[in-house]
C-alpha cells in the first residue's frame, strides 16, 4: 500500500517592482548650470565656505543707512548728519590745520548774533572735540556711510555677488584682509586729491574685490581652456555688467564720483590679485 505524503507549498509573496517617475533631466540641468555660474569652482566638488563677512557688513550697512529715518536731532541738526560729520572722510579732521588758518574769520554756523567766528572754532565743531585733529577711525567709518538708497543699492549690490563669490572660495579671513586694505588704498589715493573734499561709501573696497575677482578669473581662464567661454560669460555678468550700469547711472543723474577712491582700492585688489600665488598665508595657489 502506498502512502504519499502531502507537500504543501508555501506561497511566497508576489514579485513587485515599482517604477519611480521619470526626473525631468532638463530641469535639473538648468538648476545645475544656474548653481555653476554662481560659484567659481576650478575643480569639481571644491569645497565652499560661508559668505560670513560679507553678510555681516551689507546688514550693517543697511542698518546705518536706516538712520535716516530717525527722527531724533543730535547738535542741533538730524541724528544722520551728525553721524556722517562723525564718520565721514575729511582731512582736516584728520591732521593739525596750520595756524594762520585757524584764525581766519568765517561765517557762523551758530545762531548767535554779533559773534566772530574762526575757522579753527568752526571746525573743531563740525569734527566733534574727540581726537581732534587726529580722527583715524574716519578711514574705516567711511565704509558705513551711504549718500542716499540709490548709493547704497549700487554699492550693495555689488559687494554681495562679488564678496559671496569670492568668500564662498577663498573664505572670510582672506576676504577681510582685502576688503580692508582696498579700503585704506582708496582712502589713501584719495588724499592725493583735494584736501577739502569730504567723501562716504564702500566704493574703495568694492573696486578691490572688483579687480581680485577679475584677476581670479583671469587666471582661472589660462589653466582652464575648456571652460573659457564659461569664465568669459561670469567676468561679462558680475565684472562688466555691473561696472557698465553704475557709469551710466552716475553719468545721467550727474552724482559725482569720487574717482581716486576708486582708482585707489582696484590698485589694492589688483596687486592682491596677482601676487596672490606668491602670498600663501593671504591666497592659496591657483
Not at 504519499?4 to 540641468?29: A, C, G, H, R, W
Not at 542698518?63 to 562723525?86: A, E, G, M, P
Not at 569720487?258 to 598665508?281: K, N, Q
Request: aromatic share 12%.
Amino acid at each position: 500500500m502506498h502512502t504519499t505524503d502531502d507537500i504543501q507549498l508555501e506561497m511566497k509573496e508576489p514579485l513587485t517592482i515599482q517604477v519611480e517617475n521619470p526626473v525631468s533631466t532638463k530641469k535639473n540641468t538648468v538648476c545645475l548650470r544656474f548653481r555653476r555660474v554662481f560659484t567659481l569652482d576650478v575643480q569639481p566638488n571644491e569645497k565652499h565656505h560661508y559668505p560670513i563677512f560679507i553678510i555681516i557688513m551689507s546688514i550693517l550697512h543697511i542698518s546705518i543707512h536706516l538712520t535716516t529715518y530717525v527722527n531724533i536731532k543730535w547738535r542741533d541738526q538730524r541724528f544722520k548728519d551728525s553721524l556722517d560729520d562723525l564718520w565721514m572722510y575729511y582731512i582736516p579732521c584728520m591732521r593739525p590745520t596750520p595756524y594762520y588758518m585757524h584764525m581766519h574769520i568765517v561765517d557762523c554756523i551758530s545762531s548767535i548774533q554779533n559773534v566772530t567766528c574762526y575757522y579753527g572754532d568752526e571746525l573743531k565743531h563740525k569734527c566733534f572735540s574727540f581726537l581732534y585733529p587726529h580722527q583715524l577711525w574716519r578711514m574705516v567709518t567711511i565704509n558705513l556711510l551711504h549718500i542716499s538708497w540709490f548709493h547704497l543699492l549700487v554699492n550693495l549690490s555689488k559687494q554681495l555677488i562679488l564678496g559671496i563669490l569670492l568668500e564662498r572660495k577663498y573664505g572670510s579671513f582672506r576676504i577681510v584682509i582685502v576688503y580692508w586694505l582696498s579700503n585704506v588704498g582708496g582712502i589713501l589715493c584719495a588724499m592725493l586729491e583735494d584736501s577739502r573734499k569730504s567723501v562716504v561709501g564702500a566704493s574703495g573696497a568694492i573696486y578691490g574685490l572688483l579687480l581680485v575677482f577679475t584677476v581670479e578669473r583671469l587666471n582661472a581662464m589660462k589653466t582652464n581652456i575648456d571652460h573659457r567661454r564659461f569664465i568669459l560669460m561670469q567676468l561679462v555678468l558680475f565684472a562688466a555688467f555691473p561696472m557698465a550700469i553704475s557709469i551710466f547711472s552716475a553719468a545721467i543723474l550727474g552724482i559725482n564720483v569720487a574717482h581716486a577712491v576708486h582708482i585707489g582700492g582696484g590698485l589694492v585688489g589688483f596687486l592682491v590679485g596677482i601676487d596672490a600665488p606668491y602670498i600663501p598665508w593671504i591666497w592659496p595657489e591657483y
